[in-house]
């Protein structure tokens, strides 16, 4: 029955849904497809880890190795994404501190920087604050310790840390002050400030900013509609480092969404799974899946999905994806949206909270929190659909209404088959 | 009704998909480089004994495999800073800039104005460029004005049972090991090498000096 | 209507504060010859004078303002610091009357070395401590840490707590060469 409503409702969809005029053409990128050649990043951080980690067997009291072996293991987690490396790189420093009696500052910002990728935002907490205690890098502790905050939902104190290393000529904080207005839902101002700091990056020839500025002014193009600027920042990006898997996704999603151009899409996340396999890319290609009605498959990959994104080894990292995929335990959704608030008490948090009461059908207490919590809070998207759908489900047409008109501007960010969704309302 | 509730509340879940990922934006990056840090600074007579030679050392701890990527920083500028006068405060400065693959040497010259704000002595008469030394090259050297330069990986000098003195430190040891161990035997440093001649220093017989890395 | 959802196609709040340093920006980039450009301005971001001295004595807390702080202010802010860091890190300054082998008590010592430069003969030898001359320069080879360990810890003759005054590193790994430009060529 549900299956059937699905495939009509996709059938409906895809009538009305044309593609635009294509942006991306294969030529410019299929190059960075061929994955048959070894990538010279991962056989040169192999060998640095390597290294280091001889050099420590031999010495074992010789921490400086630690950090360097650290180092080698955050390149490697970066450029392979596999899991176990982030690990390592985290016990690496956490044998240093301890072993230097707690000491050195930098050892704590490094330590923060591993439990932030690995979305343990309190733990980051902790090592920032010590760091702050101990005083050396004092600035770089602020800066990051900014970064913790907006995760931590505590934005008075980010704004305060935001204010304490105000320099427009600094990347570092161009770069945050961006974060910060695009928070606030003002993402004009945010790009504006994102093409500062890539002018700051280019002065610097410091590729890795350049990489880093091209592939978030991506995304951010993508925000704002820019999808041709997108997709040049994107293909800029792999210039530099044609490993760079996190533009290669950008350009993904720009076939699926704005090209609707899935074969395309599947044909770039199949090079990519292959060269760095983690499970986001299934995320994708269920909602692939999903838009060309296969929902068959669609379910089949949400369901690879929540087994490798449940590997213990991740923590709490896909916690976010995990709740949004519960549909069929609605009990253990609303386990995993109370971490989530715990772990990382944002708006978008709460949002995921608030779905999962619905999901449990406590329609009311959605409301409450929606409300509450999200409303007004972010602007995201992403979260307004969400208390669109709460809205709905407690009989506020108006209010729907309201949000559905400005949902619709957002249709490249939402992607097709949320959008189907928007248009159900 | 419950029903269509319950699609409802499912579609707000699922729809919290890819889409977020997509805008889920990567880690900033790195707030503090490591390119501006001083390892070691050294000031001693030449092979030429008319000459003083200085030396200063950044990004420590190179492995080989790191040594041939590693590469001066463009926005950082090594300034040794020379004393005449017994004031401690600079009466000279040799400033060293990489651009494109070469390091500019300018100076002996007096800075504009002494302390933690410089800019380029453009201007200075005593200069010297060197193309920096590819990993795995020869050693590259150049020299004009009576002055010598080099810029480009190196062995790094240094030696130190580093990790036994932070056992000291933190109380997990009372002494050195009767053989230490060399914390930095087979790494690299970035090195950057100015002789000139001791008579564009000044002085009475003794310099204080000192090196400072300084970021644009 | 409220806004609601983040500002797509509001314009009239992109920041001014932004496209005012934009501008700058391009006045600064004019391109005036075909040489390199080495204008703009360089602040001190790290110093040095004698080695480890930073590491050892600066606590983490006063290190960010040490290594921007010009040396003829060093000693003015640093001295008694370092004086306390001599206390605490060595015995052999426990004593009222105790000195190391210069003959500098913890006061005047931590004096001296809160001023971080490298003084450098013109005239003679260039040394660390060669057993003759002392801090007239410093040569590659020069046991630098063995020094300052014994100053530290060695006591008025050099013969206190000895198995904290020599790390048992005495050389480097590869050789220097005698000419231009000395350090050895890398691993």
Same mark, same amino acid.
């Given at each position: 029955m549900n299956r059937l409503y699905m495939i009509l409702l996709s059938a409906i969809a895809l009538s009305c849904a044309s593609p635009e005029k294509p942006i991306t053409n294969p030529d410019d990128y299929s190059q960075y497809l061929n994955t048959s050649g070894e990538n010279e990043k991962i056989k040169l951080a192999e060998e640095e880890l390597t290294f280091w980690s001889d050099k420590f067997s031999e010495s074992?009291?010789? &921490? =400086?190795y630690l950090s360097k072996m650290a180092a080698a293991n955050n390149l490697l987690f970066d450029i392979t994404g596999d899991i176990k490396y982030l690990n390592n790189a985290r016990q690496n420093l956490q044998m240093a501190v301890d072993k230097t009696g707690e000491s050195s500052a930098p050892l704590y910002r490094a330590l923060a920087k591993t439990y932030i990728t690995h979305h343990q935002f309190r733990e980051a907490n902790d090592c920032l604050i010590k760091a702050d205690s101990l005083g050396e890098g004092h600035e770089a502790t602020q800066k990051m310790l900014f970064d913790v905050k907006m995760e931590l939902g505590e934005y008075d104190e980010a704004k305060r840390l935001l204010k304490s290393f105000q320099s427009e000529d600094d990347f570092h904080y161009l770069i945050r002050y961006s974060k910060w207005l695009d928070y606030q839902g003002n993402t004009e101002a945010a790009v504006a400030q994102l093409e500062l700091a890539k002018a700051k990056a280019e002065l610097m020839k410091n590729e890795g900013l350049r990489l880093w500025i091209y592939s978030n002014l991506g995304d951010f193009y993508g925000h704002i509609g820019k999808i041709e600027k997108s997709y040049e920042h994107y293909l800029k990006t792999l210039e530099i480092d044609p490993h760079y898997h996190y533009a290669l996704k950008g350009i993904a999603w720009i076939n699926f969404?704005?090209?609707?151009?899935t074969a395309e899409a599947s044909r770039i996340l199949a090079a990519l799974e292959q060269a760095h396999p983690v499970p986001d890319y299934l995320l994708l290609r269920s909602e692939i899946a999903d838009f060309n009605g296969d929902i068959e498959q669609k379910e089949d990959l949400e369901k690879t999905f929540i087994q490798l994104a449940s590997?213990? =080894? &991740?923590?709490?990292? &896909?916690n976010a994806y995990l709740v949004s995929l519960m549909e069929t335990n609605p009990a253990k959704a609303l386990e995993l949206a109370h971490r989530e608030v715990i772990n990382r008490p944002t708006p978008q948090s709460y949002q995921l909270l608030a779905s999962a009461y619905l999901l449990n059908d406590q329609k009311e207490k959605a409301l409450n929190v929606a409300e509450k919590e999200v409303l007004e809070k972010t602007y995201e998207p992403k979260s307004l659909l969400a208390v669109a759908e709460i809205y709905a489900a407690n009989g506020k047409t108006a209010k729907v209404a309201e949000l559905k008109k400005e949902l619709m501007n957002a249709a490249y960010e939402l992607g097709p088959v949320v959008v189907r969704r928007v248009n159900q309302f | 009704m419950k029903k269509s509730m319950k699609f409802l509340a499912v579609a707000a879940l699922a729809a919290v998909g890819f889409g977020i990922i997509a805008a $889920?934006? +990567? $880690?900033?990056?790195?707030?503090?480089?490591?390119?501006? $840090? +001083?390892?070691d600074y050294y000031a001693f007579q030449g092979e030429n004994t008319s000459n003083l030679v200085f030396v200063a050392n950044v990004q420590g701890l190179l492995s080989p495999s790191a040594t041939g990527s590693a590469s001066f920083d463009e926005n950082v500028m090594v300034e040794f800073n020379i004393d005449n006068?017994? $004031?401690?405060?600079?009466d000279l400065v040799i400033q060293a800039i990489p651009r494109d693959g070469k390091m500019y040497f300018f100076g002996p010259v007096a800075p504009g104005t002494p302390g933690a704000t410089s800019m380029v002595q453009e201007n200075a008469t005593n200069t010297v460029s060197v193309d920096i030394t590819p990993y795995g090259s020869n050693a590259i050297t150049a020299s004009n004005n009576g002055m010598m330069a080099f810029a480009g990986p190196r062995d790094d000098p240094f030696f130190f049972d580093f990790g036994k003195f932070t056992d000291i430190l933190a109380g997990n040891a009372t002494g050195f090991d009767a053989n230490g161990t060399d914390t930095f035997a087979g790494s690299n440093v970035m090195s950057v090498v100015i002789e000139v001649p001791k008579s564009s220093l000044g002085g009475s017989g003794t310099l204080n000096t000192w090196v400072e890395a300084k970021k644009k | 209507m409220k806004k609601l959802i983040r500002n797509i196609l509001g314009l009239a709040l992109l920041a001014t504060m932004g496209l005012t340093s934009c501008d700058k920006d391009d006045n600064m980039m004019n391109p005036v010859d075909n040489g390199p450009d080495f204008s703009g301005t360089y602040m001190t971001a790290d110093q040095m004078g004698r080695p480890a001295i930073n590491t050892v004595f600066v606590p983490s807390g006063m290190k960010d303002n040490f290594n921007v702080t010009p040396p003829s202010q060093m000693g003015a802010m640093y001295a008694s610091a370092f004086a306390d860091g001599l206390r605490a890190l060595s015995p052999a300054y426990a004593n009222p009357g105790d000195a190391n082998a210069l003959g500098l008590d913890a006061d005047t010592f931590g004096s001296v070395l809160a001023t971080d430069i490298l003084t450098v003969s013109t005239t003679g030898t260039t040394t660390f401590y060669d057993g003759t001359n002392v801090l007239t320069g410093r040569n590659l080879a020069d046991d630098v840490i063995t020094v300052e360990l014994l100053l530290i810890f060695g006591g008025e003759d050099f013969s206190e707590n000895p198995g904290l005054t020599d790390d048992n590193v005495n050389a480097n790994d590869k050789a220097f060469d005698?000419?231009?430009?000395y350090l050895a060529s890398p691993w």
């Amino acid at each position: 029955m549900n299956r059937l409503y699905m495939i009509l409702l996709s059938a409906i969809a895809l009538s009305c849904a044309s593609p635009e005029k294509p942006i991306t053409n294969p030529d410019d990128y299929s190059q960075y497809l061929n994955t048959s050649g070894e990538n010279e990043k991962i056989k040169l951080a192999e060998e640095e880890l390597t290294f280091w980690s001889d050099k420590f067997s031999e010495s074992p009291n010789q &921490y =400086a190795y630690l950090s360097k072996m650290a180092a080698a293991n955050n390149l490697l987690f970066d450029i392979t994404g596999d899991i176990k490396y982030l690990n390592n790189a985290r016990q690496n420093l956490q044998m240093a501190v301890d072993k230097t009696g707690e000491s050195s500052a930098p050892l704590y910002r490094a330590l923060a920087k591993t439990y932030i990728t690995h979305h343990q935002f309190r733990e980051a907490n902790d090592c920032l604050i010590k760091a702050d205690s101990l005083g050396e890098g004092h600035e770089a502790t602020q800066k990051m310790l900014f970064d913790v905050k907006m995760e931590l939902g505590e934005y008075d104190e980010a704004k305060r840390l935001l204010k304490s290393f105000q320099s427009e000529d600094d990347f570092h904080y161009l770069i945050r002050y961006s974060k910060w207005l695009d928070y606030q839902g003002n993402t004009e101002a945010a790009v504006a400030q994102l093409e500062l700091a890539k002018a700051k990056a280019e002065l610097m020839k410091n590729e890795g900013l350049r990489l880093w500025i091209y592939s978030n002014l991506g995304d951010f193009y993508g925000h704002i509609g820019k999808i041709e600027k997108s997709y040049e920042h994107y293909l800029k990006t792999l210039e530099i480092d044609p490993h760079y898997h996190y533009a290669l996704k950008g350009i993904a999603w720009i076939n699926f969404s704005h090209e609707k151009n899935t074969a395309e899409a599947s044909r770039i996340l199949a090079a990519l799974e292959q060269a760095h396999p983690v499970p986001d890319y299934l995320l994708l290609r269920s909602e692939i899946a999903d838009f060309n009605g296969d929902i068959e498959q669609k379910e089949d990959l949400e369901k690879t999905f929540i087994q490798l994104a449940s590997n213990p =080894a &991740y923590g709490d990292m &896909y916690n976010a994806y995990l709740v949004s995929l519960m549909e069929t335990n609605p009990a253990k959704a609303l386990e995993l949206a109370h971490r989530e608030v715990i772990n990382r008490p944002t708006p978008q948090s709460y949002q995921l909270l608030a779905s999962a009461y619905l999901l449990n059908d406590q329609k009311e207490k959605a409301l409450n929190v929606a409300e509450k919590e999200v409303l007004e809070k972010t602007y995201e998207p992403k979260s307004l659909l969400a208390v669109a759908e709460i809205y709905a489900a407690n009989g506020k047409t108006a209010k729907v209404a309201e949000l559905k008109k400005e949902l619709m501007n957002a249709a490249y960010e939402l992607g097709p088959v949320v959008v189907r969704r928007v248009n159900q309302f | 009704m419950k029903k269509s509730m319950k699609f409802l509340a499912v579609a707000a879940l699922a729809a919290v998909g890819f889409g977020i990922i997509a805008a $889920d934006h +990567i $880690d900033a990056p790195a707030v503090q480089g490591t390119t501006a $840090d +001083i390892t070691d600074y050294y000031a001693f007579q030449g092979e030429n004994t008319s000459n003083l030679v200085f030396v200063a050392n950044v990004q420590g701890l190179l492995s080989p495999s790191a040594t041939g990527s590693a590469s001066f920083d463009e926005n950082v500028m090594v300034e040794f800073n020379i004393d005449n006068t017994g $004031d401690n405060v600079e009466d000279l400065v040799i400033q060293a800039i990489p651009r494109d693959g070469k390091m500019y040497f300018f100076g002996p010259v007096a800075p504009g104005t002494p302390g933690a704000t410089s800019m380029v002595q453009e201007n200075a008469t005593n200069t010297v460029s060197v193309d920096i030394t590819p990993y795995g090259s020869n050693a590259i050297t150049a020299s004009n004005n009576g002055m010598m330069a080099f810029a480009g990986p190196r062995d790094d000098p240094f030696f130190f049972d580093f990790g036994k003195f932070t056992d000291i430190l933190a109380g997990n040891a009372t002494g050195f090991d009767a053989n230490g161990t060399d914390t930095f035997a087979g790494s690299n440093v970035m090195s950057v090498v100015i002789e000139v001649p001791k008579s564009s220093l000044g002085g009475s017989g003794t310099l204080n000096t000192w090196v400072e890395a300084k970021k644009k | 209507m409220k806004k609601l959802i983040r500002n797509i196609l509001g314009l009239a709040l992109l920041a001014t504060m932004g496209l005012t340093s934009c501008d700058k920006d391009d006045n600064m980039m004019n391109p005036v010859d075909n040489g390199p450009d080495f204008s703009g301005t360089y602040m001190t971001a790290d110093q040095m004078g004698r080695p480890a001295i930073n590491t050892v004595f600066v606590p983490s807390g006063m290190k960010d303002n040490f290594n921007v702080t010009p040396p003829s202010q060093m000693g003015a802010m640093y001295a008694s610091a370092f004086a306390d860091g001599l206390r605490a890190l060595s015995p052999a300054y426990a004593n009222p009357g105790d000195a190391n082998a210069l003959g500098l008590d913890a006061d005047t010592f931590g004096s001296v070395l809160a001023t971080d430069i490298l003084t450098v003969s013109t005239t003679g030898t260039t040394t660390f401590y060669d057993g003759t001359n002392v801090l007239t320069g410093r040569n590659l080879a020069d046991d630098v840490i063995t020094v300052e360990l014994l100053l530290i810890f060695g006591g008025e003759d050099f013969s206190e707590n000895p198995g904290l005054t020599d790390d048992n590193v005495n050389a480097n790994d590869k050789a220097f060469d005698t000419s231009f430009p000395y350090l050895a060529s890398p691993w």
